[in-house]
């Protein structure tokens, strides 16, 4: 039987598949055991669980974590620049870090995506999307799904108590009869793809608690080729070998007073690693035990090389960042609005979102501030129904990628 591949409607279809593939398709190594998080058996005592990514054992696709407890998320919050950076360094915090005791669950990798957020980012919105607001969302709407073959390319399959996942290849016999669907999502513990007869897709998805959900605007995404993840004839990274790696990775956000900056030497003969400040001012410091570890207090662009006797190594990069969040007072009546003011030390880098998360960090609300709230800085939450303890946070973005400042966190009562 020859089946025939349904093709991108518009441009940003095209594009949108694009970004799911990317994630789906990048190909990375650890070096060192790397924290992941297992898929077990649904409904058991053994749903999921927490275990390595082994070392030298190729991947294939971006690992799932819910990293929600620190927001470093690939793709939104780290580029695949620092992502693939990071991998390099035995010392980064993809191999010294893990959140599998933080708030919440599903969560090992400090680096990571979820479901969640592959949907958000395929279909190119400011932000996530949780699973129980995507119903909800502006220009979403739900697709009859009686009939397969009225399904498109990048519609979204959704369970807004637990999953959300994008169709990404649909094939049809010459009748026009749908006889494989394609559909892409994070999952314990990699982001995937997996090819559907009708049988199956009916009983895995449209059984189970699933419906099919279309974005209206899906005409509008955009796509930027990345050399770190590339697609078919686009130009790749070069992939260079760094002598000195921050703990992040290259290009990364660090805040403020509460992440120092661990530079690493991954070569032997060293003596020094020196440090460019964002007003130019160069500072080297003696490496001890093969690193040197900053706290920096001003905002801005650092860059740091590895010296001895007049010899420079390759140069890295990263950003200190210190976005700030205060509420109108400390305690709220259940039903009243959450008054907020979010300002950045960082020039022109404006709070752009919010995120109100129960005290196990799971979103209860969210906003999008509109162009006065981000200039003002002063924005309301959505009124709260139950009281409780909450936590808050603000996301601005540069270059870089989304970072946030630290959680704040407000009593409902």
Same mark, same amino acid.
């Given at each position: 039987?020859? =089946?025939?591949?349904d093709?991108?409607?518009?441009? $940003?279809?095209?594009?949108?598949?694009?970004?799911? %593939?990317?994630?789906?398709?990048?190909?990375?190594?650890? @070096?060192?055991?790397?924290?992941?998080?297992?898929?077990g058996?649904?409904?058991?005592?053994?749903?999921?669980?927490?275990?390595?990514?082994?070392?030298?054992?190729?991947?294939?696709? @971006?690992?799932?974590?819910?990293?929600?407890?620190?927001?470093?998320?690939?793709?939104?919050?780290?580029?695949?620049?620092?992502?693939?950076?990071?991998?390099?360094?035995?010392?980064?915090?993809?191999?010294?870090?893990? !959140?599998?005791e933080?708030a919440?669950?599903?969560?090992?990798?400090?680096?990571?995506?979820?479901?969640?957020?592959?949907?958000?980012?395929?279909?190119?919105?400011?932000?996530? @999307?949780?699973?129980?607001?995507? *119903?909800?969302?502006?220009?979403?709407?739900?697709?009859?799904?009686?009939?397969?073959?009225d399904?498109?390319?990048?519609?979204?399959?959704l369970?807004?108590?637990?999953?959300?996942?994008?169709?990404?290849?649909?094939?049809?016999?010459?009748? $026009?009869?749908?006889?494989? @669907?394609?559909?892409?999502?994070?999952?314990?513990?990699?982001t995937?793809?997996t090819?559907?007869?009708?049988?199956?897709?009916?009983?895995?998805?449209?059984?189970?608690?699933?419906?099919?959900y %279309?974005?209206?605007?899906?005409?509008?995404?955009?796509y930027?080729?990345?050399?770190? !993840?590339? !697609?078919?004839?686009?130009? *790749? *990274?070069?992939?260079? %070998?760094?002598?000195?790696? &921050?703990?992040?990775?290259?290009?990364?956000?660090?805040r403020?007073?509460?992440?120092?900056?661990?530079?690493?030497?991954? +070569?032997?003969?060293?003596?020094?690693?020196e440090?460019?400040?964002?007003?130019?001012a160069?500072t080297?410091?003696?490496?001890?035990?093969?690193r040197?570890? =900053?706290?920096?207090?001003?905002?801005?662009?650092?860059?740091?090389?590895?010296?001895?006797?007049?010899?420079?190594?390759?140069?890295?990069?990263?950003?200190?960042?210190?976005?700030?969040?205060?509420?109108?007072?400390?305690?709220?009546?259940?039903?009243e609005?959450?008054?907020?003011?979010?300002?950045?030390?960082?020039?022109?880098?404006?709070?752009?979102?919010?995120?109100?998360?129960?005290?196990?960090?799971?979103?209860?609300?969210?906003?999008?501030?509109?162009?006065?709230?981000?200039?003002?800085?002063?924005?309301?939450? &959505?009124?709260? %129904?139950?009281?409780?303890?909450?936590?808050?946070? *603000?996301?601005?973005?540069?270059?870089?990628?989304?970072?946030?400042?630290?959680?704040?966190?407000?009593?409902? +009562?």
């Amino acid at each position: 039987m020859r =089946l025939y591949d349904d093709q991108p409607a518009s441009r $940003g279809v095209e594009n949108a598949l694009k970004r799911a %593939r990317r994630l789906c398709e990048a190909r990375w190594t650890p @070096i060192r055991p790397l924290p992941s998080s297992l898929k077990g058996v649904a409904g058991t005592d053994q749903e999921y669980f927490y275990g390595y990514f082994r070392p030298w054992m190729p991947q294939r696709g @971006i690992p799932y974590s819910s990293c929600r407890t620190v927001e470093k998320y690939v793709g939104w919050n780290i580029s695949p620049e620092t992502f693939y950076t990071a991998l390099q360094n035995p010392h980064s915090v993809l191999y010294t870090r893990q !959140l599998k005791e933080s708030a919440g669950n599903k969560a090992n990798s400090y680096y990571g995506s979820v479901c969640s957020m592959f949907v958000s980012y395929a279909l190119d919105l400011p932000y996530r @999307i949780v699973c129980k607001d995507w *119903a909800d969302t502006e220009g979403v709407h739900p697709v009859d799904t009686a009939r397969l073959e009225d399904l498109r390319l990048c519609d979204i399959v959704l369970n807004p108590k637990s999953h959300v996942a994008l169709i990404t290849g649909i094939q049809r016999d010459e009748t $026009g009869a749908v006889r494989c @669907i394609e559909v892409s999502e994070c999952t314990l513990p990699l982001t995937i793809c997996t090819d559907f007869t009708p049988e199956e897709f009916v009983n895995r998805w449209l059984k189970s608690g699933y419906s099919v959900y %279309r974005y209206d605007r899906v005409d509008e995404v955009t796509y930027t080729p990345d050399p770190y !993840l590339p !697609l078919d004839d686009e130009a *790749a *990274a070069q992939m260079p %070998r760094f002598a000195l790696l &921050p703990d992040y990775g290259n290009k990364a956000n660090y805040r403020v007073g509460d992440e120092p900056v661990e530079l690493w030497a991954l +070569e032997e003969g060293w003596e020094a690693v020196e440090v460019t400040a964002p007003d130019g001012a160069r500072t080297c410091y003696p490496l001890q035990d093969g690193r040197v570890v =900053l706290r920096p207090a001003a905002v801005g662009h650092y860059s740091a090389c590895l010296v001895k006797d007049g010899a420079r190594s390759g140069c890295v990069e990263w950003c200190m960042v210190s976005l700030h969040l205060a509420f109108e007072k400390e305690r709220y009546a259940v039903g009243e609005p959450i008054t907020c003011r979010a300002w950045n030390e960082m020039p022109g880098e404006k709070p752009f979102h919010a995120i109100l998360n129960t005290d196990t960090y799971y979103v209860k609300d969210k906003v999008f501030l509109t162009q006065e709230q981000q200039e003002t800085g002063i924005f309301a939450l &959505p009124p709260v %129904r139950e009281a409780g303890r909450y936590v808050v946070i *603000a996301l601005a973005k540069n270059e870089y990628g989304v970072y946030t400042s630290p959680y704040g966190e407000v009593t409902v +009562e």
